[in-house]
């Protein structure tokens, strides 16, 4: 299991352009974490510091308590799995079988073990008939579910999704969802990047909002998506779920899902 | 205008169309928005109303064809649809040129290509940075931006060609609220000086406020097409793989557990 810890943080790009700046976060084993903020507020640049694709140029970065700067990306990538926001970017197999392979294999699994975690993997974002296509013979969305599924093969203890529901139909949100849900209800950590507010606050416990290069608040969805925050949202303009929104108008207190906001209305009082 | 009368269409190497029967007209002005499950065709579409399919990647139509402002298309260049349709891809990143090492010169490229006077390219590259609000990125390399500010670039590079007719595929997919609105603004700006405008979204909630007309595809068939309002309360819609906007939800929701959704107007 992973424990993370992202302590004082900061980041410049070789441009000059600075993307991080005193950044504290602690991600404990088996969290779903939402990181949500405006474009350009620094959530990218965060995430590739778990996996030390990025090496912060301030702080560090520390695994169960160890500063990950020594350790190699090989090393660390059998620790954090990352799905980037541009499948294109992660695809390069002319396989979808080899694809997801690739990671397991990489991994050092045996050839069972590849083609058990590559079936099991492909058939949770419901890729199994998609096996022996080409990956580009695939739809954009459908090519993000199989860098998902890439990444899900390598059973890694902390999964990072930048941005996962893009693209993704009604149907593909919930699969996503469950995905989530299925990967921590077995230990594992998730990290996800969103600026979908539906789809961060009926998912996740915990929802870090960023801006500027820091985070602004950390807390869960119904505190984070509270009334007394939205000052601070407007700031990395970031919009409140409309559940919160009505259920703030109506006086019904913080209601981040419609599920809440559902239930505070035909609850008495 | 733009009209797709009958179309088919199937990709190289496959047998089976991906569309069938595509009747549809943009009318100048017009917003129409495009919703549909994974898979259904709307990327497609997008494709084929630009030009693009059949004509740069190939495949063929296996039925119809494409008018613009009454004039069939067929076998017309490909470049002479890139002055006449404008298209945003679903992938930014796949669409900034990589020639240009600023996203001011990302931008003015597209004027530039229109054989625009070089004031008239600056002038409309610095309207639709700011229509945007990205004046700030204007010195920055466009390979070093994030997702969303990628996307906002191609989008200003398509505002500031002003094409007659544009088609957009997931606009806003990277974009923040902020982000989003301001897309919002400047395709309702676009809009108004007549441009055509197909938009391919799930974003329902952006399609709500913003759309004269919605078009529903399914098995790359139009299942539905009527006023955005009618088309968006369809109670048909989750059926079509396609999330309502949350004012739907919200109020169906409600219903659902006996409540009057009235409580809900005027409401956020």
């Known amino acids: ?269 | 205008m733009l009209t797709l009368k009958g179309v088919g269409y199937r990709y190289a190497g496959y047998a089976a169309p991906v569309l069938h029967d595509i009747d549809l007209t943009l009318g100048d002005g017009e917003l129409v928005g495009v919703v549909g499950a994974n898979e259904a065709g709307k990327s497609t579409l997008c494709l084929v109303a630009c030009g693009l399919a059949p004509g740069s990647i190939g495949g063929a139509l296996t039925g119809g064809g494409l008018e613009i402002d009454g004039e069939p298309m067929a076998g017309r260049p490909v470049h002479e649809f890139a002055t006449r349709v404008g298209i945003g891809f679903q992938n930014p990143s796949t669409q900034l040129s990589g020639v240009t090492g600023s996203v001011f010169e990302e931008v003015a490229l597209g004027p530039m290509n229109l054989g625009l006077m070089p004031a008239e390219t600056v002038e409309r590259t610095k309207w639709a940075l700011a229509t945007l609000g990205i004046e700030d990125l204007a010195e920055r390399e466009p390979r070093r931006l994030s997702g969303g500010q990628g996307q906002l670039v191609v989008i200003a590079s398509l505002l500031a060609m002003r094409p007659p007719h544009l088609v957009l595929d997931e606009p806003t997919a990277q974009l923040d609220p902020e982000g989003t609105r301001l897309v919002g603004d400047a395709l309702r700006e676009l809009a108004a000086t007549g441009t055509a405008l197909l938009i391919a979204e799930h974003k329902t909630d952006l399609l709500d406020g913003l759309c004269d007309r919605v078009v529903v595809l399914e098995a790359g068939r139009i299942v539905a097409d009527g006023p955005a309002a009618a088309i968006l309360g369809d109670p048909r819609l989750a059926g079509w793989g396609v999330a309502p906007p949350s004012r739907v939800r919200l109020a169906s929701a409600l219903s659902a557990r006996g409540l009057d959704p009235a409580v809900l107007e005027g409401v956020a």
Do not use: C
């Not at chain 1, 096996?131 to 998902?148: E, M």
């Not at chain 1, 009334?227 to 559940?243: C, D, G, H, I």
């Open chain 1, 1 to 269: 299991m992973t424990d993370l810890a992202v302590v004082g943080v900061g980041f410049v790009y070789p441009d000059g352009t600075r993307a991080l700046d005193s950044v504290h976060l602690h991600v404990r084993t088996g969290e779903r974490v939402a990181i949500i903020g405006q474009n350009g507020s620094g959530k990218s640049t965060l995430v590739r510091q778990l996996n030390g694709l990025l090496r912060p140029t301030e702080g560090s970065v520390l695994h169960d308590g160890v500063n990950i700067v020594d350790r190699r990306v090989a090393s660390l990538a059998a620790s954090v799995g990352i799905v980037f926001q541009n499948p294109d970017r992660q695809i390069f197999s002319g396989r979808v079988r080899a694809e997801v392979g690739f990671g397991p294999r990489i991994l050092g699994r045996s050839g069972p073990e590849v083609d058990r975690a590559v079936r099991s993997a492909l058939e949770s974002v419901g890729l199994q008939d998609a096996i022996d296509l080409n990956p580009y013979d695939l739809g954009y969305s459908r090519r993000k579910l199989l860098t998902l599924a890439s990444i899900l093969a390598m059973d890694t203890p902390v999964l990072v999704l930048d941005e996962p529901t893009t693209g993704q139909d009604a149907r593909g949100v919930e699969r996503v969802q469950s995905i989530v849900h299925e990967v921590s209800g077995r230990g594992r950590t998730v990290v996800a990047i969103s600026h979908d507010m539906r789809f961060v606050a009926e998912t996740f416990e915990r929802v870090v909002v960023m801006g500027g290069g820091r985070v602004l608040l950390d807390g869960g969805p119904a505190e984070v998506f509270a009334e007394a925050a939205w000052p601070t949202l407007a700031s990395t303009y970031v919009e409140p779920p409309r559940a919160a929104r009505v259920g703030a108008r109506l006086g019904r207190g913080s209601t981040p899902t419609e599920a809440s906001l559902v239930d505070s209305l035909t609850s008495p009082g």
